[in-house]
């Protein structure tokens, strides 16, 4: 052991931080789920009381259904999208540099800033997607009122975002494979449609795997977006917009542990929506994996 | 994979010249999608600076004015006047660059001890770091916000730099790199020639991946830069405002300047874009490596 010191200082700068700043934050919080707590005061374990809450607290399912919609609403025309755009972009020659950094460039954006310009383009009584239908004779749409428009917004913009990062990494994949399979599927009569549906889909299925698993644990944790979208502050409650169409569960979260100071509900939120995800995961997993043996 | 099952047709039993080609009709050239997705990729900068450079009453017409104005400055002046935009850049400018330096510190010894040495407990370490990549970080919000009050970090700095040098990925990606990219054979002439292991990593390993480096920079930057959740949550100190609480804060009330907001939006964007623009092949190329090869 001893002879290791040196490797152990080398990894030991990481693991310190790594222990302190995350691993026991982590489970201090579920030791917190079971107290109550409002950051000031003495705690008090109340057992699963939190959960049993929780579990019969409209507002937490609202901000599931709410956070489950908008996640659907982003992935599917996100990774749909990517997938289309990486394999035209793979058939080209020219200008695949400038396509690819013009592409991936709204992801370097900070999402403060995209809520703020969504809200402003899509705003009810003066945005721009208004005015541009007024010009075709067609009433303004209520887009950050009503509770589906909002989440469509929310949605849309998300797709903006997250398109072009998993375009580059199934362009990745593409570039991979190799010609030869194309050129034998060509061989046998294979064309263009079913060469991507029977070849490039099933090489790809792994890459596939990875942007979903990632696209769930992102997409998952939308809270910034409603959270400027609706400049949602300690002065204004109004949070996740009209009707709370736009409260995604860390948003709820958020509300519930700093504007509220309920640390222990806002821990129980926090673990309840993190085995949410895991299940969404394995979910997704299992129906990505299953595709393979078909 | 190609099933003979259907039949072919009878036309391309003959050797056709033009089979080599990839089929697709006439005139719809792939360019015409990607060129038509450019112009949504690019739209809202383009739109944010029409924006920036108009009066909110221009935009607010109907029909709306839709070319750049000439009310740039003053926008900007009303950003300065409303918010305390260049220190709150100032906080952003330190809080990235010193998480970035660390970061890459931290990250790359012990993706170089992780990568080429064997010592016990090796393989149990790396594997509970993959499984706390998966964590949501938000897991540790709350007691990381309750750490910062117990130590009297709230409000303060460092606060924001330290939680961030936790950062697995950039283990997990050098790591991988090192393993690659840094013969065994260089490290051994380099014991040979007396070289420890400080020596090895910073004269042999460190050199030989700088682009994975400048991946890891550019991302750890931008990461630090535009993060909102933490900072909003930490920085209660009015004066240690991060550009993008800022920003946000900007957009809150009831009648919104949007010239002068988007103002506020384009100059806290325009310095990451422009860095982007400049790394932007470096950091695309490492990107797909660490995604392709970590799938």
């Known amino acids: 052991m001893l002879s290791y010191w040196r490797q152990y200082l080398a990894i030991s700068p990481f693991y310190l931080i790594f222990l302190g700043f995350s691993f026991v934050p982590v489970f201090y919080s579920l030791y917190l789920a079971f107290q109550r707590y409002d950051g000031l005061g003495t705690k008090e374990f109340v057992g699963l009381q939190q959960f049993e809450f929780l579990w019969s607290d409209p507002v937490f399912w609202l901000s599931i259904r709410n956070t489950l919609i908008i996640w659907v609403l982003s992935t599917v025309p996100t990774l749909f999208g990517a997938l289309v755009l990486a394999t035209l972009l793979h058939s080209v020659r020219r200008f695949k540099g400038f396509y690819r950094i013009a592409l991936y460039v709204p992801n370097v954006t900070s999402i403060v800033a995209v809520a703020i310009f969504f809200g402003a383009v899509f705003s009810n009584d003066f945005g721009l997607v208004n005015a541009i239908l007024g010009t075709v004779g067609i009433s303004p749409v209520p887009w950050l009122s009503n509770p589906w428009l909002i989440k469509v917004v929310i949605g849309l913009l998300m797709t903006w975002m997250w398109t072009g990062y998993n375009m580059i990494i199934y362009l990745a994949g593409l570039q991979a494979i190799p010609q030869s399979v194309y050129e034998a599927a060509r061989m046998d009569g294979a064309g263009p449609i079913r060469t991507f549906f029977q070849i490039t889909i099933p090489i790809m299925r792994p890459i596939i795997l990875f942007t979903v698993v990632i696209s769930t644990i992102n997409g998952l944790q939308s809270f910034s977006e409603p959270q400027v979208l609706f400049a949602s502050n300690a002065a204004n409650q109004n949070l996740g917009g009209p009707g709370q169409a736009g409260l995604t569960t860390l948003l709820y979260f958020y509300q519930s542990a700093f504007l509220d100071n309920d640390y222990g509900y806002g821990a129980a939120i926090v673990w309840a929506f993190f085995v949410l995800i895991i299940v969404l995961v394995v979910i997704n997993w299992r129906i990505v994996q299953r595709g393979r043996k078909a | ?295």
């Open chain 2, 1 to 295: 994979m190609t099933t003979a099952t259907t039949p072919r047709p009878a036309t391309a039993a003959k050797p056709n010249p033009g089979a080599g080609r990839p089929r697709r009709p006439k005139g719809l050239s792939p360019h015409l999608f990607l060129i038509l997705a450019v112009v949504i990729s690019i739209f809202p900068f383009v739109w944010t600076i029409v924006m920036a450079t108009n009066t909110t009453r221009d935009i607010y017409k109907s029909p709306p004015k839709l070319t750049f104005g000439s009310h740039l400055l003053e926008n900007i002046r009303g950003v300065l006047d409303t918010v305390d935009f260049f220190g709150s850049m100032l906080n952003t400018i330190v809080i990235a660059s010193v998480t970035t330096v660390l970061v890459l510190l931290v990250d790359s010894l012990a993706a170089f001890a992780f990568a080429k040495f064997d010592f016990p407990g090796r393989k149990i370490l790396f594997g509970t770091l993959l499984v706390f990549m998966m964590l949501p970080l938000q897991l540790a919000v709350l007691p990381q916000f309750i750490l910062m009050s117990e130590i009297g970090w709230v409000g303060m700095l460092k606060a924001l730099v330290w939680p961030a040098l936790s950062n697995a990925f950039g283990i997990f990606w050098l790591r991988q790199y090192i393993e690659n990219g840094v013969p065994d054979e260089l490290l051994d002439a380099a014991r040979i020639d007396g070289a420890g292991f400080l020596r090895q990593y910073w004269n042999v390993a460190l050199p030989m991946i700088r682009p994975a480096m400048s991946f890891l920079a550019i991302y750890a930057f931008v990461g630090a830069w535009n993060d909102y959740v933490w900072p909003l949550i930490v920085l209660t100190n009015p004066e240690h405002v991060t550009l993008q609480v800022e920003l946000a804060q900007l957009n809150v009330g009831h009648n919104t300047d949007y010239s002068m907001v988007m103002a506020g939006v384009l100059m806290a964007s325009l310095p990451l874009v422009i860095v982007f623009a400049v790394f932007a092949r470096g950091f695309i190329a490492g990107a797909t490596e660490g995604a392709v090869q970590g799938s």
